[in-house]
């Protein structure tokens, strides 16, 4: 068991290692560019050196992962955390091997996805990523209420614009798509000065919605997003005890273990007192 508990010390000590890190990192985004580089015409002597060169870089994949494995207490806790199943799925996946066979394209596509394994890497890409990810529900409310102004505006547009132009407002999904592209600001003017030759207030349409689209909406959306990004950091500096939030966080931690001994110091000097008494 001693001999067991040091080895796993060992593969502990190296995957906490920040040299280690940094050298999967660099080997990961160097696949990243092998596979980029496959998708040129180049000699055919080259593609057997980076073929080698896969192979090589999914067996060191391969050993990373088990190292991680190995460094954890039980093996089930390497599978309680979301991306050590990523990383997992995604260097299994690699073991597809590349050759003349139907299975080609689908390991080629499969190791694409290795770049993505420097966010699981990385703690402040994994933190962005948790938030985007926490937001999506917050998002889709405020995405909700951006097609309910889509569809009323849409609506209002293909009511009125139809006859100006078809094509742009024949009915209320063509109608949404061009507000979409007026959202965008792609020659929204072109469209506005269209119908402005007919109804000459038609500007109030158009600003109205901007407004609202392009400021109102979009803003919101911001702002969640830094709302969550800004929980996550913090939540991240009280796991590394670093920042303000770490600091707040230590603090609050020592308190607490503070006045437990109070109390139970005051709990030994009641007991003493009674005895005393009695």
């Known amino acids: 068991m001693s001999s067991v508990s040091s080895l796993r010390a ?106 993505l394994r420097l966010v699981s890497i990385i703690p402040e890409l994994r933190m962005l990523m948790d938030a985007l990810i ?22 209002f547009g293909s009511f009125f614009f139809e006859r100006i132009n078809p094509e742009l407002w024949g009915d209320i999904a063509i109608s949404m798509l061009t507000l979409f592209r007026v959202a965008t600001f792609e020659d929204w003017t072109d469209v506005m000065y269209e119908t402005m030759a007919v109804y000459p207030l038609s500007w109030i349409y158009y600003i109205t919605f901007i407004f609202l689209s392009a400021f109102v909406f979009l803003n919101m959306m911001i702002g969640v997003v830094l709302d969550v990004m800004q929980k996550e950091h913090e939540k991240l500096d009280r796991e590394q005890g670093e920042g303000e939030a770490g600091e707040v966080h230590w603090i609050v931690e020592h308190t607490e273990s503070i006045e437990e001994r109070l109390d139970r110091m005051e709990g030994l000097l009641r007991q003493m007192a009674d005895k005393e008494g009695r």
Do not use: C
């Open 10 to 115: 060992r593969f502990m000590a190296l995957r906490n290692n920040k040299i280690f890190e940094m050298v999967v990192i660099t080997i990961i985004i160097l696949s990243a560019l092998v596979i980029g580089a496959t998708t040129y015409d180049i000699d055919p002597k080259w593609l057997a050196v980076l073929y080698v060169f896969d192979i090589a870089v999914t067996l060191f994949f391969l050993a990373e992962v088990l190292i991680r494995m190995m460094a954890e207490e039980r093996l089930r806790d390497f599978f309680r955390k979301g991306w050590n199943v990523f990383d997992f799925v995604i260097v299994t996946a690699s073991l597809i091997p590349i050759g003349d066979t139907q299975m080609v394209l689908l390991a080629r596509l499969l190791r694409v996805f290795r770049v």
């Open 134 to 155: 926490k937001a999506i529900p917050r998002i889709g409310y405020v995405a909700l209420l951006m097609f309910i102004i889509f569809y009323v505006y849409g609506a």
